[in-house]
């Protein structure tokens, strides 16, 4: 199969769910991966879990890893252009000619899965693609990222060298559970007898939970907030920012093209993380400032040059929504006007979500999203709850045309936010790039 055919097949599988045999069980996963001769045992990895800032943690792990000359695998997701984004190695997603080639080779351990048990997810098959990826290009070692909770999510077959559980906050209320406690108990699943698993959670009844589950588990609980001893020096320009970070094992002085202060949070977890290493894998102070002025993270308080100047920033949960609010705030400070163009899931808390929002000058554009398997919530609803916070707001249903009156609408100085949903994000950069304006320089 090509490409298109590749994502053709993998869209059909969307609405697949875990086996009516053992429902909400990795018996599946497992069993693919064996079928595919269990190429996730074939290099060390590392595991970064959370409820924010997942993505941006592995990223930044994995430049630094790269930097220090391993060649260093990357699972993440969801992706902004392209399921290949999935897979990548050193920084490069894998080729669609080589993508689809590899879904064409899973052809016949898909069959087999499919017969004992039922047809593996989309998010099951990308995943299996990303370990057999990695594992034929001979990486050194992988950074991956859990999909959906930690206990019983995809990627929670593996045994790392770390496990990483960012923050905790409420999403996926509807799975995990609808308490902090709740939503720990879930991710601290994927502690593993040994291994050390650094946090940055601070509210004290997740860390409790984090901590136990810790302990029953046999795995070393390494706090973040207990290992940085200090991060001084901050100093924020247009597009990056720079500071210094001590640790009890070192100081970095990191100069890195991402904005907010909740990167800085995620940078810290990312060297905490890299400092419980085995000797073998250790970085160098150098190698971790080199890999942070490397970083690339797309959509994440991403400032676009132009007039008005657009930002785009995947903030699809009221916690990620509250840090982005506030790193506006800091950036951009309040004697702006703000244009929100903002789409939400139907199955996310869209009044929590709006709620991080209140107090700017602001107008808003509710619009939706088309993505296989996924609902977004009607504009009509949002202008509701909006209206409701005391906020000001219409309803566009075409994302393009949100974005273009957005910008019409802005005055000289006014600021265009595109947010919510990874869908319309996506969607709108994308159309940005190629119809609009380039990406900010780097630093």
Request: with cysteine; hydrophobic share 40%; net charge negative.
């Given at each position: 199969?090509?490409?298109?055919?590749?994502?053709?097949?993998?869209?059909?599988?969307?609405?697949?769910?875990?086996?009516?045999?053992?429902?909400?069980?990795?018996?599946?996963?497992?069993?693919?991966?064996?079928?595919?001769?269990?190429?996730?045992?074939?290099?060390?990895?590392?595991?970064?879990?959370?409820?924010?800032?997942?993505?941006?943690?592995?990223?930044?792990?994995?430049?630094?890893?790269?930097?220090?000359?391993?060649?260093?695998?990357?699972?993440?997701?969801?992706?902004?252009?392209?399921?290949?984004?999935?897979?990548?190695?050193?920084?490069?997603?894998?080729?669609?000619?080589?993508?689809?080639?590899?879904?064409?080779?899973?052809?016949?351990?898909?069959?087999?899965?499919?017969?004992?048990?039922?047809r593996p997810s989309y998010y099951e098959t990308l995943l299996a693609l990303a370990f057999l990826h990695f594992a034929l290009e001979r990486v050194d070692i992988a950074?991956?990222?859990?999909?959906?909770?930690?206990?019983?999510?995809?990627?929670?077959?593996?045994?790392?060298?770390?496990?990483?559980?960012?923050?905790?906050?409420?999403?996926?209320?509807?799975?995990?559970?609808?308490?902090?406690?709740?939503?720990?108990?879930?991710?601290?699943?994927?502690?593993?007898?040994?291994?050390?698993?650094?946090?940055?959670?601070?509210?004290?009844?997740?860390?409790?939970?984090?901590?136990?589950?810790?302990?029953?588990?046999?795995?070393?609980?390494?706090?973040?907030?207990?290992?940085?001893?200090?991060?001084?020096?901050?100093?924020?320009?247009?597009?990056?920012?720079?500071?210094?970070?001590?640790?009890?094992?070192?100081?970095?002085?990191?100069?890195?093209?991402?904005?907010?202060?909740?990167?800085?949070?995620?940078a810290a977890a990312a060297v905490v993380a890299l400092e419980q290493l085995p000797t073998l894998y250790r970085v160098t102070p150098l190698d971790v400032e080199q890999?942070?002025?490397?970083?690339?993270?797309?959509?994440?308080?991403?400032?676009?040059?132009?007039?008005?100047?657009?930002?785009?920033?995947?903030?699809?949960?009221?916690?990620?929504?509250?840090?982005?609010?506030?790193?506006?705030?800091?950036?951009?400070?309040?004697?702006?006007?703000?244009?929100?163009?903002?789409?939400?899931?139907?199955?996310?808390?869209?009044?929590?979500?709006?709620?991080?929002?209140?107090?700017?000058?602001?107008?808003?554009?509710?619009?939706?999203?088309?993505?296989?398997?996924?609902?977004?919530?009607?504009?009509?609803?949002?202008?509701?709850?909006?209206?409701?916070?005391?906020?000001?707001?219409?309803?566009?249903?075409?994302?393009?045309?949100?974005?273009?009156?957005?910008?019409?609408?802005?005055?000289?100085?006014?600021?265009?936010?595109?947010?919510?949903?990874?869908?319309?994000?996506?969607?709108?950069?994308?159309?940005?790039?190629?119809?609009?304006?380039?990406?900010?320089?780097?630093?």
């Amino acid at each position: 199969m090509n490409y298109e055919q590749a994502e053709a097949y993998l869209y059909s599988t969307v609405s697949e769910v875990a086996s009516p045999r053992t429902p909400y069980r990795l018996d599946r996963m497992r069993y693919f991966l064996e079928v595919l001769g269990n190429p996730q045992r074939r290099y060390p990895s590392l595991h970064i879990g959370g409820t924010s800032g997942k993505s941006s943690t592995a990223t930044m792990i994995a430049a630094i890893l790269t930097a220090s000359g391993k060649r260093c695998g990357l699972h993440t997701k969801p992706h902004l252009e392209s399921m290949t984004e999935r897979a990548r190695i050193d920084g490069v997603s894998i080729s669609h000619e080589r993508f689809a080639e590899l879904l064409t080779d899973m052809g016949s351990a898909i069959e087999e899965v499919t017969r004992e048990y039922s047809r593996p997810s989309y998010y099951e098959t990308l995943l299996a693609l990303a370990f057999l990826h990695f594992a034929l290009e001979r990486v050194d070692i992988a950074v991956i990222e859990v999909g959906l909770g930690g206990t019983l999510d995809g990627t929670n077959v593996i045994t790392p060298l770390v496990s990483v559980i960012t923050n905790i906050g409420l999403d996926h209320t509807d799975v995990l559970g609808d308490t902090l406690e709740a939503i720990a108990a879930d991710k601290v699943g994927i502690a593993k007898p040994g291994v050390p698993l650094v946090t940055a959670v601070s509210d004290p009844g997740a860390e409790r939970v984090i901590r136990a589950g810790c302990a029953a588990a046999g795995a070393p609980y390494v706090s973040v907030q207990s290992q940085v001893r200090a991060i001084e020096d901050q100093v924020e320009g247009q597009y990056g920012q720079s500071f210094v970070l001590r640790t009890n094992q070192a100081n970095y002085k990191v100069e890195m093209p991402l904005l907010g202060d909740f990167q800085i949070r995620n940078a810290a977890a990312a060297v905490v993380a890299l400092e419980q290493l085995p000797t073998l894998y250790r970085v160098t102070p150098l190698d971790v400032e080199q890999g942070f002025e490397s970083v690339h993270i797309a959509g994440r308080m991403e400032v676009l040059p132009g007039n008005p100047t657009v930002v785009f920033d995947v903030a699809h949960n009221s916690d990620k929504a509250r840090s982005f609010a506030h790193a506006l705030r800091a950036h951009f400070g309040d004697d702006h006007r703000y244009w929100f163009v903002i789409a939400i899931g139907e199955n996310k808390d869209a009044k929590e979500l709006l709620e991080s929002f209140t107090g700017f000058e602001s107008s808003f554009i509710f619009t939706t999203f088309h993505a296989a398997g996924r609902t977004a919530a009607r504009p009509q609803r949002l202008a509701s709850i909006a209206q409701d916070l005391g906020l000001w707001g219409r309803e566009i249903s075409d994302p393009v045309e949100a974005l273009s009156i957005a910008r019409r609408n802005a005055e000289q100085g006014d600021i265009v936010v595109v947010t919510g949903s990874t869908f319309v994000v996506a969607d709108l950069r994308a159309w940005w790039l190629e119809n609009v304006g380039t990406q900010a320089p780097a630093g």
